[in-house]
């Protein structure tokens, strides 16, 4: 799968934790390089979950574009924290 850079929508840095079936949205940015350079901080430096500040258990981190129909929900209108 060809990774898609030109995203007019911007990207996810998402995580799943070892044995979760699905990914948690962890951070947005609107460029591809800015979601790489995070990624690359989480992965070095892996930060506490959100919701319980519990450690996370082997996180699987991701880039995945975000979605015109996320936009029009309005993905970038939600509390950023």
Excluded at 46 to 57: M, S, V
Excluded at 66 to 77: A, M, N
Aim: aromatic share 16%; with cysteine; hydrophobic share 30%.
């Amino acid at each position: 799968m060809a990774k898609n850079k030109n995203n007019p929508y911007g990207y996810k840095v998402c995580y799943r934790e070892e044995g979760a079936k699905e990914y948690v949205r962890h951070f947005m940015t609107y460029t591809y390089r800015q979601a790489v350079n995070a990624k690359a901080g989480y992965i070095r430096f892996p930060p506490r979950a959100r919701e319980d500040n519990h450690i996370l258990n082997k996180p699987k981190w991701v880039i995945i574009p975000i979605r015109y129909s996320e936009v029009k929900d309005g993905i970038w209108r939600q509390d950023p924290f």
